[in-house]
């Protein structure tokens, strides 16, 4: 069974059902349970034509789910027949299904978390991540995005800065870990930086390939972390890097600054190092400035706190952290990290090896744990 494939075409069978009429949640239900039939029938009878195996599926599966619910009738007689089962056109929709899901009736961020779990194929413990809260606070929200646009025309789509919003998401996602999804994500935003001229469109597709040029190098050959000023810089994608940054240096010129290209100009920065002892510090923290004034982020804040303990000093950078909660994602990390630089290496250990109870991923807890027995090591 080829998972990759049945992911990439669920975006255009979801917007095929859209299409014909169908309320989003329900087209959503009915594309689920094409996709469990797939998983079922495919691997002893794989179809010639699998985009339109599973646009007969769902859409049959949609019809009976309104023939079922009486509250629906009405839209059951306008539906004259069912439609032949086919070919359908290799039309890719996804880039338009983003832009519909950002509905104007959905505030921003219930129409991300909507759009990430419908479109992005994310779950809701990874949305959930991504937004900093529980996992049934984000099912609950979702589940209210979905009742709000249940029977909506999708005719009016979301602006551009939400349609962002989920790029961004998706390939932070996939850059953690999956590969292809963070592909996906850079070939729909040049997509969108094709369609439409915006400085903000611009800024996101530099940041993407300035991270994404780092790809190669961001783990070892057993699969672990390997940290920024620890990766081999021979690795990186130059092409990519030279991209992202004429890009980036565009849209700058432009003084339409947003929170995309001040991130990408950070990214910019640690990509012109030659070596990460010449990384330029002092201007990566001006940079931060600007995003905490855009964003007022906490996470902006955090990763600020690490570039003054680089520019000015780990105690330096040890007061920045501690006018944050502690109880932000890495923030024990970064304090261990922020300790040992300066010299506190007990205290360092220690908060290692907590942060590495609270990693969110098994690669970053294993990297944490070595660095704890690493110091506990020099310590004995």
Sequence with gaps: MDELLLRSLTPSVLAVLVRRGADFAAAEDAVQDALVEAVRVWPSEAPRDPKGWLV????????????????RRRREDRLDEEPAPGPAPTVDDTLQLYFLCAHPSLTPSSAVALTLRAVGGLTTRQIARAYLVPEAT??????????????????????VSTVLRVLYLVFNEGYSGDVDLAAEAIRLTRQLAAAIDHPEVAGLLALMLLHHARRASRTGPDGSLVPLAEQDRGRWDTGMIAEGVGILQAALARDRLGEFQAQAAVAALHADAPTAEETDWVQIVEWYDELAGLTDSPVVRLNRAVAVGEADGPRAGLAELAALSDALPRHTAV??????????????????AEAAHKAPTLAERDHLTRQAARLNADLR
């Design 138 to 159: 984000m099912a609950q929200r979702i589940s209210r995005a979905k009742r709000t646009v249940s029977g909506v025309r999708f005719d009016r789509p979301g602006d």
């Design 335 to 352: 304090a261990a990290y922020l300790h040992e630089r300066d010299g506190d290496l007990p205290t360092a250990a220690r908060l290692y």
């Design 56 to 71: 007969t599926v769902a859409w049959r599966r949609f019809l009976d789910a309104t023939r079922a619910d009486a509250s």
